[in-house]
C-alpha cells in the first residue's frame, strides 16, 4: 500500500489542532490524515502529548483550536452523544492499563459494547466466541480481569475493542505492559484483525520494534511533529 | 579508611523517631487524600454523622415523649406520697407497726387515715359529708406538701393546741361545707354517721388547696382516733407515707420504700407510687413506649451499620496504599497506627456531626408536635430535648468506639494481607467478612424461630419478661443482615444472566453482581432502617385501630360516674346509685366495684358488675363469648368473666374454675367467658354484684355507669350540684381525652417513624455516592466503549435500584415479622393482650417504592454529577 498517495476519502483528518492544560501547551498545531484501513504508530519522549492526541481523536477530550473530523464529520459539531455513538459504532480503544471491567469476565467485558451498540443476542455470541478464539482466550474466557495476567487482559481489552468491528482502532502502548513474547502475540493479534476487518489503526509506541505492522510512523515532541513533513501538509 | 558496613535499609545517618514518621507520613497520606478529595470526605463525616445523629435524635424524640407522659400522670393525679392500701379489710395494730419498721428513722413520715361517709343531720339533712381521720398530732412532724399538709389547722396562737388536737369533737371542714352550714369556728354541729348522730366542734376551716389540689369540697376532718370511733372501725384503711418533696432524691426515696413495702406485705397489701392510679388507657400507653423503646433500640444498630459502612468505604478506598507502603517496609502494626490516627480523626469529625445532627433531628420532631404537646405534657418537653452530658458521652461512645470497632476488621485484613495480594487488586476481598455468611443468617433466623417457644421469665415485681420475644427479635434481625447482605450477588447474577434484559439494566446487574462488601453493608443498614421504619408503622397502626375500638367499646354509656382521683368521695354511694336509678332521664345505672385480691400468690382486681343487665346494655369485644348460664357447674357459687390478661397469667380460660378466699369463706367461680380489656395488664376477674356483696363488706360502689333514654337531655349540672364529691363525665368527654392520649403518643412514633425513614433514605443516598465514587475508573471506561450519559445513569440508576429493592424487600419481610413479634408475643407475654394486627398497606408500598425509587435516584444523580466533574477523557488520567 501506498501511504504517500492520498485515496479520495480519507476515513480520519486532523487539521492543525492545538491543546493545553493549563498553562502548558500540550498539542500544537498538528495536522494528520489517515486513510481507510492505515496503520500509523505514533512515537515520541514521554510526555510528548501522544496519549492526548488519541484522546482527541477518538472524541474523548476536546482540542482547543482546529478540527477533527472523522468520515468526514467534525467532532467538534457534535454533541456528547453523537460522540459516544460514534464509538459505540466506530472507533475502538486499547489502553496501556487494559481497563477491563473488574466486576465483568472476559467473555462479558467483549459482549458489552456490542449490547449497546444493539446487537442481537445471538450474533453478539457468535461474534464473542469468535473474538475470544481468535485471541486465544477460549479457555478463559470465564475469568474475571483480576484473575488474568496482563497479556491475557491486554488480548480481551483486544478483543472487546474489535466486538463492534471499528473503522478505526486506537491503541495507547498496547504492549507497554507485556514481556516480549507476549507483546508479539499481542502485536501479531492487532495486525491480523485489523486487515481481517479493515479497520485503520493508530498505534502509540514507544518500542520501535513494534512498529513493524504499520504504514507509516510519526514522530512528536513537544507536542509537534519531528522529522519528516506532516502527510496533511500540501 | 575504614570498612563501613553497608547498611541494611536506611542510608540516613538520624532516622527521625518512629512517632514522627508516622505523624509525617500521615500528613502526607490521609490527610493529602482528605484535602484532595474533600467531597468523599465529606460524605465519609457525613455517613458517621447520620448514624450518630439518627441514633442521638430518636433517643431523644423518645425521652421526651416519656417525660411528657411522666408529667402528665403526675398532673393529673397531684400524688407526691406513697399509698399502702389493703385488699380486703382493714391495716391492723400489728400492720401498721410493721409499716413504721419498714419506713424507720427515714426522712418520711407514715399517716394513717380512716375514710368513711357521713351525712348533715341539721336544717339541710342527708347531704352526703366526707369524712376523714387523721393523727393530728403525728402529721404536725410530717414534711409535708401534699394535699394531707392542707388538712393541717392553722397554727393555733391559743396555748392548749395540744387538747384541741385530742379532743375527740374536734371538726376541721371544707369551705364549702362551712359556707353551706353556716359554720364558723367554735360552734358545736351535729353530723350522722352509721345511723348515729354526733356533736362535733368546729376547729376550723380548712385552707384551700395548693398547686391545683383542691380540698374536696365536702371534706371533714377527724383526729384518727375520732373518725374510728365515729365510723365504727377497727383500724385504718390506708396508710399514707409522706416524702419531703423537697429532699433531692425524694422520688427515689419513694421508690425504695414502695419496694420494700411491697415487699413486706406480700400480696395482701397494695402499694401505690404517685401517679399510679391513672386515668384510662394509661397502662396502654405504658406499653406502647415499651414497644417504641424496643424499636428505637433498633436505630442503634442502623447507626453501626452507617459507621461500618463509611469506615469500611475509608479502608477499601486506600487499600493499594496499604500495599505500596508494606512494600515500601512498613510493619502492619505501624500501618494499623497510622490508620487508628485516621479514623480517630474521621470518626470525631463525625461524632460531632452527628452531635449537631441529633439535636437538629431531635428539635424538629419535637417542633412538629410542640403545640399540641405543650399543652398536655407541661414544659418537661421543651427540657428533655436539649443535648444532655449523657447523649454527648452515648454519642462519643457510639462514634468512636463503634469507628474504631467498624474499621477493625476491614483494616486487620489490609495491614496483615502480604502486600502483593493487597496490590494485585481483585483477588483481596477486605470488609465485614460475617456478611459474607448468608448460611449463618438462615440458622440465626431458624434459631429465632425455635426460640418462640421459651416461656417468659417471671420478675419479682410480678411482672414477666418475655426473653423470648427479644432473643428473637435480635436473631431474626441479625440473621436477617446476613441473609440480605448475602442474597444481592445470587440475585444479580441471576438478573444479571436474562440477555433479553435491556444492557443498561443488565449491566447495573452485573455491576451489582460483584457486590462489594459497601453493597454489602448498604444493603445491610438499609434493611434494618427500613424493616425499623415499617414496623413501627405497623405498630403505630395496630395500637391505633386496637385503642379507637377498645375506647369506643369501654365507652359506651352515655355518663361515666366516679370519685375523683385526688379528693372528693372515695367512691360511689349505694344511695347514689339508688337516686340515679330513680331519675326519669336514666333507663339504666350499671354500677360496679372492684379491688385487688391476692390469687395465688399475685394480686388480680376483682370486681362486680351488675349482671345480666351489663350484657344487655353494652357490647364488648369478646376472645371467648359468654356461654350460657344454664352451663354453670352446680358446685360453683357464681360466675365469672375475665379479660385476656387473666387467661395469660393463670393460663385458666373458659369453663375453669377459680377459688377466692372471701370473709365469708372460699368461693368458686366458673369461668364463663373471656373479654379484651386494655386497661389492665395485671388480671380482671369480674363476677356478679349481688354475689360480690354477699362476700365482701362493699362500703361503696368504685363507679357506675349511667344509659339515658334515647333522645333525654342529660341533667348532668343537676346530677353534680346534688353529688359534689363525685365526677359526672358525658362518655364523649371521657373518650375525647384518652384519644388525645393516645394521638400525642401516636404523633411521636410517626416523627420517629419519619426520623428512620429519613436517616434510611440518606444512608442509602450516601452509600450510593460513596460506592459509585470510587468506582469512576470504570465509569470513564464505559465512557470510552461509547456509552453515553443517559446509558451510564441508566445502568447505575439500576445499581441503585437494585441494591434498594433487596433491602426494602428484606426490610418489609423483617417488619411484619417483627410487628407480628411485638403484637402476639412480647405485649401478650408481658401485658397479656392482643392487639389487633393491622397492616397500613398503602402507606408501606409507598414508602418501599420511595426507597427504591430514591436507589434509582441517587444513581442517577450519581452519574449526571460525575459527568460534570470529569469531563468525557481516558481511565488513564
Ligand atoms: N489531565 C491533564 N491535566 C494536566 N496536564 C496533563 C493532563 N493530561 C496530560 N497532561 C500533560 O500533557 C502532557 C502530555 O501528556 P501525554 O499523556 O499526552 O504524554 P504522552 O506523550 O502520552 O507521554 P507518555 O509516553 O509518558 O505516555 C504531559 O506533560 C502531561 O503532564
Ligand atoms: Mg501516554
Known sequence: MDASSPSPTPLLVAEGISKHYDPQPVLRGLSLRLDPGERLALMGPSGSGKSTLLHCLGGIETVDEGRILFRGEDLAALDESARAALRRSAIGFVFQFFHLLPTLSARENIELPLEFAGVSSRERRERVEDLLAAVGMTHRAAGTPSELSGGECQRIALARALAIRPRLLLADEPTGNLDTASGERVLDLLAELCTSAGTALVMVTHQPETTRICDRVLHMRDGQWIGEPTPAEE | ?877
Request: include cysteine; aromatic fraction near 6%.
Open chain 2, 1 to 877: 579508611m575504614r570498612a563501613r558496613p553497608l547498611p541494611h535499609a536506611s542510608a540516613s545517618p538520624a532516622p527521625p523517631g518512629p512517632a514522627r514518621r508516622l505523624g509525617a507520613l500521615w500528613r502526607k497520606t490521609s490527610l493529602r487524600h482528605a484535602r484532595n478529595q474533600p467531597w468523599q470526605t465529606l460524605a465519609l463525616v457525613a455517613i458517621l454523622g447520620l448514624g450518630v445523629g439518627g441514633f442521638l435524635s430518636i433517643q431523644m424524640a423518645n425521652r421526651a415523649a416519656v417525660t411528657g407522659f411522666e408529667g402528665f400522670t403526675d398532673a393529673v393525679t397531684g400524688r407526691s406520697t406513697v399509698t399502702v392500701e389493703k385488699a380486703v379489710g382493714a391495716f391492723s395494730a400489728g400492720e401498721l407497726g410493721r409499716i413504721r419498721d419498714t419506713v424507720g428513722l427515714r426522712p418520711a413520715e407514715v399517716v394513717p387515715l380512716v375514710e368513711g361517709e357521713a351525712a348533715t343531720a341539721g336544717t339541710d339533712p342527708g347531704r352526703p359529708l366526707r369524712l376523714l381521720g387523721v393523727d393530728l398530732v403525728g402529721i404536725q412532724n410530717a414534711p409535708v406538701a401534699d394535699s394531707s399538709a392542707d388538712l393541717l389547722p392553722p397554727p393555733g396562737e391559743e396555748p392548749g393546741l395540744w387538747s384541741i388536737l385530742r379532743d375527740r369533737r374536734s371538726a376541721w371542714v371544707a369551705p364549702e361545707v362551712a359556707r353551706r352550714e353556716g359554720l364558723s369556728p367554735g360552734e358545736t354541729w351535729t353530723i350522722r354517721a352509721r345511723g348515729e348522730e354526733h356533736a362535733l366542734t368546729v376547729r376550723g376551716v380548712l385552707p384551700p388547696g395548693e398547686g391545683g389540689v383542691s380540698v374536696p369540697p365536702n371534706l371533714v376532718v377527724l383526729d384518727l382516733a375520732a373518725a374510728r370511733s365515729l365510723l365504727d372501725r377497727g383500724g385504718v384503711d390506708r396508710v399514707e407515707i409522706l416524702v419531703d418533696p423537697e429532699l433531692p432524691d425524694a422520688e427515689a426515696l419513694r421508690r425504695i420504700l414502695a419496694e420494700e413495702l411491697a415487699g413486706v406485705g406480700g400480696g395482701a397489701w397494695q402499694v401505690l407510687l404517685p401517679g399510679q392510679q391513672q386515668a384510662a388507657g394509661a397502662q396502654m400507653t405504658a406499653a406502647f413506649r415499651l414497644n417504641l423503646l424496643i424499636l428505637s433500640l433498633i436505630a442503634l444498630l442502623v447507626g453501626l451499620y452507617l459507621i461500618a459502612l463509611g469506615m469500611d468505604a475509608a479502608v477499601v478506598k486506600r487499600r493499594r496504599e496499604i500495599g505500596i507502603l508494606r512494600s515500601l517496609g512498613l510493619t502492619a502494626g505501624e500501618i494499623r497506627k497510622l490508620w487508628a490516627l485516621d479514623i480517630a480523626a474521621l470518626a470525631l469529625a463525625g461524632t460531632a456531626a452527628g452531635l449537631v445532627l441529633g439535636s437538629l433531628g431531635s428539635q424538629l420532631v419535637v417542633r412538629a408536635v410542640a403545640r399540641t404537646v405543650n399543652t398536655l405534657y407541661l414544659e418537661t418537653t421543651a427540657a428533655s430535648a436539649q443535648l444532655q452530658a449523657g447523649d454527648v458521652a452515648m454519642a462519643l461512645l457510639l462514634g468512636l468506639g463503634g469507628g474504631l470497632l467498624a474499621a477493625w476488621l476491614p483494616l486487620r485484613d489490609a495491614a496483615s494481607t502480604p502486600p502483593a495480594q493487597v496490590l494485585s487488586a481483585g483477588r483481596f476481598r477486605p470488609g465485614l467478612g460475617l456478611l459474607r455468611r448468608p448460611g449463618l443468617g438462615l440458622v440465626l433466623v431458624v434459631f429465632g424461630l425455635a426460640v418462640l417457644w421459651l416461656p417468659p421469665v417471671p420478675l419479682p415485681a410480678g411482672s414477666r419478661f418475655p426473653v423470648a420475644g427479644y432473643a428473637a427479635a435480635f436473631a431474626w434481625l441479625i440473621g436477617g443482615t446476613l441473609l440480605v447482605a448475602g442474597i444481592v450477588r445470587p440475585v444479580a447474577r441471576a438478573l444479571a444472566g436474562r440477555r433479553s434484559l435491556p444492557p443498561a439494566l443488565r449491566h447495573g446487574f452485573q455491576r451489582l453482581r460483584a457486590a462489594s462488601s459497601r453493597h454489602r453493608l448498604a444493603v445491610a443498614g438499609l434493611f434494618v432502617a427500613t424493616g425499623m421504619a415499617l414496623s413501627m408503622g405497623i405498630m403505630v397502626g395496630s395500637f391505633e385501630s386496637t385503642v379507637v375500638r377498645w375506647l369506643n367499646v369501654r365507652f359506651q354509656a352515655d355518663v361515666y360516674l366516679s370519685a375523683p382521683d385526688a379528693g372528693g368521695q372515695p367512691g360511689v354511694p349505694f344511695a347514689t346509685v339508688e337516686w340515679l336509678e330513680a331519675q326519669p332521664e336514666v333507663r339504666a345505672v350499671l354500677p360496679s366495684a372492684r379491688f385487688p385480691v391476692p390469687l395465688e400468690g399475685r394480686t388480680v382486681l376483682l370486681a362486680g358488675a351488675r349482671y345480666p343487665d351489663l350484657l344487655e346494655e353494652e357490647e364488648f369485644l369478646w376472645i371467648e363469648e359468654p356461654l350460657p348460664l344454664s352451663a354453670q357447674p352446680a358446685d360453683a357459687d357464681s360466675f365469672a368473666v375475665v379479660n385476656e390478661t387473666f387467661r395469660y397469667r393463670f393460663g385458666k380460660g373458659q369453663g375453669d374454675r377459680v377459688t377466692l378466699t372471701t370473709p365469708a369463706g372460699p368461693r368458686t367461680l366458673w369461668i364463663r367467658a373471656v373479654k379484651a380489656d386494655y386497661g389492665n395488664d395485671r388480671g380482671l376477674l369480674e363476677t356478679d354484684l349481688r354475689a360480690l356483696r354477699s362476700w365482701f363488706d362493699i362500703p361503696f360502689y368504685t363507679n357506675a355507669v349511667i344509659h339515658t333514654e334515647p333522645g333525654a337531655p342529660i341533667p348532668l349540672e343537676t346530677w353534680r350540684a346534688r353529688e359534689t364529691g363525685l365526677q359526672f363525665l358525658r362518655q364523649g368527654e371521657l373518650r375525647a381525652t384518652a384519644l388525645r392520649i393516645f394521638g400525642e403518643t401516636f404523633t411521636i412514633a410517626q416523627a420517629i417513624q419519619v426520623l428512620g425513614l429519613g436517616v434510611a433514605f440518606a444512608g442509602l443516598a450516601l452509600a450510593l455516592l460513596t460506592i459509585i465514587r470510587e468506582d469512576a475508573a470504570s465509569l470513564r471506561t464505559l465512557r470510552c466503549l461509547g456509552l453515553d450519559e443517559r446509558r451510564i445513569a441508566k445502568v447505575l440508576a439500576t445499581e441503585g435500584a437494585g441494591l434498594a429493592a433487596v433491602a426494602v424487600l428484606g426490610g418489609l419481610v423483617l417488619s411484619l415479622a417483627l410487628a407480628a413479634l411485638l403484637i402476639f408475643v412480647i405485649n401478650r407475654q408481658s401485658f397479656g393482650w392482643t392487639l389487633l394486627y393491622r397492616l397500613p398497606a398503602t402507606e408501606m408500598a409507598l414508602q418501599a417504592v420511595a426507597i427504591v425509587a430514591t436507589g434509582a435516584l441517587v444513581g442517577w444523580l450519581c452519574a449526571r454529577s460525575t459527568r460534570a466533574r470529569d469531563r468525557p477523557s481516558s481511565p488513564d488520567s
